[in-house]
Every structure is written in C-alpha cells, then in structure tokens.
C-alpha cells in the first residue's frame, strides 16, 4: 500500500471513530408549534408544502405524544392531519 492510501485509511477510521463524518443524531424538540407551516394544508384540501413535509418527518417522533394529549388529539386526529402525514409520506403513528 503506498503512504497516500494509508494515510487516507486513517483518516477515514480516525473520522468514523470520533464521529466527525458520520453525523450524529440530534434530539427531537416536541413542540406542536413547529407543524405550524402544516396549517393550511391541514384544513383545506391544499396539498402539504415541501417545509410542512419536512417539520412532519422532524416531528414524527413526538406524533404519539401530541395524540395523546387531551388539548392536542382533537387536532391531530384529524382527518386533515392524516391526509397530510400520508403526503408526506410519514405513516400515521398506533399509539
């Protein structure tokens, strides 16, 4: 193996092993409010928008914990809301 090869192997280990290119997973902050570009979509029959997506997919795993709360099930239980889950391609959670 010549020394560029081997030096790029390290590299590449020592990276792994510390983390540095493999992206470490961030937590979730459960906070309804954040679904709030989901609005529309959610009571009308507009489809979700590409940021209404993307909050769904960061939120999915707090969906349960918003079905669950007395305040939130009314709107998130839906017929709105699981039409927009299932645009977006996120199954709607059985909690």
């Not at 090869?5 to 997973?25: D, H, L, T």
């Not at 795993?61 to 009314?74: D, E, F, M």
Request: include cysteine; charged fraction near 15%.
């Amino acid at each position: 193996m010549k020394k560029g090869c081997v030096f790029a192997v390290v590299v590449v280990v020592v990276g792994v092993v510390s983390g540095s290119i493999i992206p470490k997973a961030e937590a979730v902050s459960c906070n309804p409010v954040e679904l709030s570009p989901c609005l529309g979509a959610i009571t009308s029959s507009s489809p979700p928008s590409t940021t209404c997506c993307q909050k769904v997919r960061e939120q999915r795993p707090c969906l349960c914990g918003y079905l669950k709360n007395p305040s939130l099930r009314q709107y998130f239980n839906s017929p709105g809301s699981r039409r927009v889950a299932s645009s977006c391609g996120v199954p709607f959670p059985t909690c």
